[in-house]
């Protein structure tokens, strides 16, 4: 016998929908943010603490922080299909930035910093086919990147209004801030 799927919930009237509280909508926008970026509490608590210290809105900090992590630029590059794969193949040692080797994926980048992809790894069939997929690949304004040579220049750390990410920090703020 075949179970079928039916588009509402089991019971003879079906579940009636709860009412969203505010804080449940907090919370949500604080996971989202969490698992967008690959970040567990404890290191998002910190970056909150971080972005509250730095002078201007702490919603847009706390984005910048997020933004900025190695990871997060390798994806944003175009060296990797998703941000889990970035991380990865920041763990596994493939970048240097500025020269030195980093394999830690919340590494945070700054104005003016180069990542290049390490020698021994271009040699890699994942970065000679990045290569070709990077001629095309739209970057977005505070980044730039050199497919030839597999180097990602970062001209600024991004602004709020370039990061396309629909998250609405400030509830993540006040649920941080109670």
Do not use: C
């Not at 019971?11 to 929908?17: F, S």
């Not at 290191?43 to 509250?52: G, L």
């Not at 596994?92 to 830690?104: A, L, M, W």
């Not at 994926?105 to 040699?123: A, C, E, G």
């Amino acid at each position: 016998m075949a179970f079928e799927r039916r588009p509402y919930p089991p019971g003879q009237a079906g579940r009636n929908r709860i009412k969203e509280s505010e804080y449940l909508l907090q919370l949500q926008e604080k996971q989202k943010a969490k698992y967008t970026y690959g970040v567990l509490e404890r290191q998002f608590r910190r970056y909150y603490a971080e972005a509250n210290r730095r002078p201007g809105k702490t919603g847009d900090n706390l984005v910048i922080l997020l933004e900025s992590r190695l990871d997060n630029v390798v994806y944003r590059a175009g060296l990797a299909n998703t941000r889990r794969q970035a991380r990865q193949l920041v763990s596994h040692g493939h970048f240097t930035v500025n020269g030195k080797k980093i394999n830690v994926p919340s590494f945070q980048v700054t104005q003016y910093d180069i990542i290049d992809v390490r020698d021994r790894s271009k040699k890699m069939e994942w970065f000679e086919d990045a290569q070709d997929r990077l001629v095309d690949a739209v970057v977005p304004a505070w980044l730039q990147v050199v497919p030839d040579t597999l180097r990602i220049l970062v001209h600024q750390l991004p602004e709020r209004a370039q990061i396309d990410i629909p998250l609405q920090e400030q509830l993540i703020v006040e649920l941080y801030s109670k």
